[in-house]
């Protein structure tokens, strides 16, 4: 069996109503549309929302607030979590990512200081906090801003 034989089971399918063949054929004259209205109109209709009139529901609730469209997607990482990696290795967002640390490299990855660290790393991101700066340091490590 190949996809290019498959079709559906031959009562599955129902054959469309053919519309608008005469009067003798019960579809015939208004084409089951109705004999006025904006419905029964080619081109009629209402667009998704409309309520026929009434002040529709998208603008009776009320809107606050805004979305940045400048924001930075930038993923934080604490130095407790650093802990994974050996003694002497180089981290970048890379690593953080294949290690399950943060799931994006997105806009960068800044490493902040809660938790402690036990091991010499040299860590390279985007941004730092300055106490991470110092734990980093106290602990041997170095960093490096991408």
């Known amino acids: 069996m190949k996809l290019d034989n498959l079709s559906p089971a031959p009562k599955s399918v129902k054959k469309s109503k053919r519309v608008g063949r005469g009067c003798s054929s019960g579809h015939g004259f208004t084409s089951c549309r109705g004999s006025k209205g904006q419905n029964s109109r080619s081109g009629g209709g209402v667009r998704r929302g409309f309520e026929g ?53 997105g806009d960068g990855v800044k490493i902040l200081a809660k938790g402690k660290i036990n091991k010499k790393l040299t860590i390279r991101a985007n941004r730092f906090s300055r106490k991470a700066i110092e734990e980093i340091k106290l602990a041997g490590g170095k960093i490096e801003v991408i």
């Open 53 to 105: 009139g009434q002040m529709p529901l998208y603008r009776r609730i009320p809107k606050r607030g805004f979305t940045n469209i400048f924001k930075k997607d930038i993923n934080i990482v604490n130095l407790e979590k650093l802990n994974v990696f050996k003694d002497g290795d180089v981290i970048t967002p890379q690593k953080l990512m294949e290690e399950g640390i943060i799931k994006k490299v």
